[in-house]
């Protein structure tokens, strides 16, 4: 499985495999004539999902119909075709079908299956649950393209409902402490996830308007936030419910050091993201007082799992470390590390990079 140097048909670098192509543009499938999540392209593009790093400025798109509002909302109108979870379409000479990614809700994986075998391709995802999505379904195929973001064996995150607990006493300390605890996370995703936890757990929470509006997105597209707690936006100042009860402050990691948050009178802050595994961790967020590997995509044991399970004969890892296709061909599956895709620093920093390789790029900020 090496890459090959010749330019092929639509200017693309041929992986040596005929179900998955490296173009200009990105990664491509012949059979269903889609890109992969590329920033641009000369014709339709799959959006696995709506975080910044994933959005496209291709005329045409295919996602499922939560994506599509959610991109919308995030870069204009767009023609798409949308796929519901689950179910088959034909898309140029293959059978489609997006699967549940379990990182966001909208999050697909895509499967397309041709004359010449099937493909899949995960986007970002995660094998533990997401109150916003239905659970990850690992595809069967012949050939996968995986993101292997926490593709090493530090990144073995606890269960969630261990995190969740460990969030709940650090803002019961807080409050018993006279604080304002300050929930740091990605305005889509694990800002949602958050303020899930808190509000079913009974807390009330105000939410910086990042968050906020993609909360409000998730409303209209039938996920409201259970109670008892309640939720609104963040208005200048108003941290206190009413009567003064103390509430929890939800919000970017991006805002950590604005006024709203360094000119509370007492504070605790803790950041919910995977790179608390990371070894420079103690340094990067010195300035948090917890950091809780709360994450939105998979560890390295689900990603292994991915691999073994999707019984694929080939497998090709996009972000995270080349050591992780090194770690597959040891336990016996073909596998091939490519550059990061897709390739766009730039929309990762605007949004704080919330998601791939945007964590790492998310860590000096
Ligand atoms: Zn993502």
């Given at each position: 499985?090496?890459?090959?140097?010749?330019?092929?048909?639509?200017?693309?670098?041929?992986?040596?495999?005929?179900?998955?192509?490296?173009?200009?543009?990105?990664?491509?499938?012949?059979?269903?004539?889609?890109?992969?999540?590329?920033?641009?392209?000369?014709g339709a593009v799959f959006v696995s999902h709506a975080h910044a790093d994933h959005c496209?400025?291709?005329?045409?798109?295919?996602?499922?119909?939560?994506?599509?509002?959610?991109?919308?909302?995030?870069?204009?109108?767009?023609?798409?075709?949308?796929?519901?979870?689950?179910?088959?379409?034909?898309?140029?000479?293959?059978?489609?079908?997006?699967?549940?990614?379990?990182?966001?809700?909208?999050?697909?994986?895509?499967?397309?299956?041709?004359?010449?075998?099937?493909?899949?391709?995960?986007?970002?995802?995660?094998?533990?649950?997401?109150?916003?999505?239905?659970?990850?379904?690992?595809?069967?195929?012949?050939?996968?393209?995986?993101?292997?973001?926490?593709?090493?064996?530090?990144y073995r995150f606890p269960p969630d409902a261990e995190l969740i607990e460990r969030l709940?006493?650090?803002?019961?300390?807080?409050?018993?402490?006279?604080?304002?605890?300050?929930?740091?996370?990605?305005?889509?995703?694990?800002?949602?996830?958050?303020?899930?936890?808190?509000?079913?757990?009974?807390?009330?929470?105000?939410?910086?308007?990042?968050?906020?509006?993609?909360?409000?997105?998730?409303?209209?597209?039938?996920?409201?936030?259970?109670?008892?707690?309640?939720?609104?936006?963040?208005?200048?100042?108003?941290?206190?419910?009413?009567?003064?009860?103390?509430?929890?402050?939800?919000?970017?990691?991006?805002?950590?050091?604005?006024?709203?948050?360094?000119?509370?009178?007492?504070?605790?802050?803790?950041?919910?993201?995977?790179?608390?595994?990371?070894?420079?961790?103690?340094?990067?967020?010195?300035?948090?007082?917890?950091?809780?590997?709360?994450?939105?995509?998979?560890?390295?044991?689900?990603?292994?799992?991915?691999?073994?399970?999707?019984?694929?004969?080939?497998?090709?890892?996009?972000?995270?470390?080349?050591?992780?296709?090194?770690?597959?061909?040891?336990?016996?599956?073909?596998?091939?590390?490519?550059?990061?895709?897709?390739?766009?620093?730039?929309?990762?920093?605007?949004?704080?990079?919330?998601?791939?390789?945007?964590?790492?790029?998310?860590?000096?900020?």
């Open positions: 499985m090496v890459v090959a140097s010749h330019t092929g048909s639509k200017g693309s670098i041929a992986l040596g495999d005929p179900l998955v192509a490296l173009t200009g543009h990105g990664l491509y499938l012949p059979a269903a004539d889609l890109y992969l999540d590329a920033r641009s392209a000369p496209s400025h291709a005329a045409r798109i295919l996602c499922t119909p939560e994506t599509a509002a959610l991109h919308r909302a995030r870069r204009g109108a767009r023609d798409s075709i949308d796929v519901p979870l689950n179910t088959e379409v034909r898309v140029g000479g293959a059978e489609v079908t997006l699967y549940s990614a379990g990182h966001t809700l909208g999050s697909a994986m895509i499967v397309a299956h041709g004359a010449g075998g099937t493909v899949a391709y995960t986007g970002d995802f995660k094998l533990r649950p997401n109150p916003f999505t239905p659970p990850a379904r690992i595809p069967s195929c012949d050939a996968l393209v995986m993101e292997c973001t926490f593709g090493e064996p530090r709940y006493r650090f803002v019961d300390d807080a409050f018993a402490d006279g604080a304002t605890p300050v929930v740091l996370a990605y305005a889509l995703g694990k800002g949602q996830e958050a303020l899930h936890h808190l509000t079913s757990a009974g807390y009330d929470v105000v939410v910086h308007g990042a968050i906020a509006n993609m909360c409000r997105l998730h409303v209209e597209l039938g996920h409201p936030f259970p109670g008892p707690g309640h939720w609104e936006r963040y208005r200048r100042g108003q941290i206190a419910g009413p009567g003064g009860a103390p509430r929890v402050l939800l919000t970017t990691p991006a805002t950590r050091m604005s006024a709203m948050v360094q000119r509370l009178p007492a504070k605790r802050i803790v950041y919910l993201t995977g790179w608390a595994y990371h070894p420079g961790a103690f340094n990067i967020y010195k300035d948090c007082d917890l950091v809780l590997p709360y994450s939105d995509h998979a560890d390295f044991d689900e990603l292994v799992r991915t691999a073994v399970e999707s019984g694929a004969s080939r497998v090709y890892t996009v972000h995270g470390p080349p050591s992780f296709s090194q770690h597959l061909r040891s336990i016996g599956i073909e596998a091939e590390h490519l550059a990061n895709h897709p390739q766009d620093a730039e929309a990762l920093l605007q949004e704080g990079g919330d998601c791939g390789p945007g964590g790492q790029l998310g860590l000096a900020l």
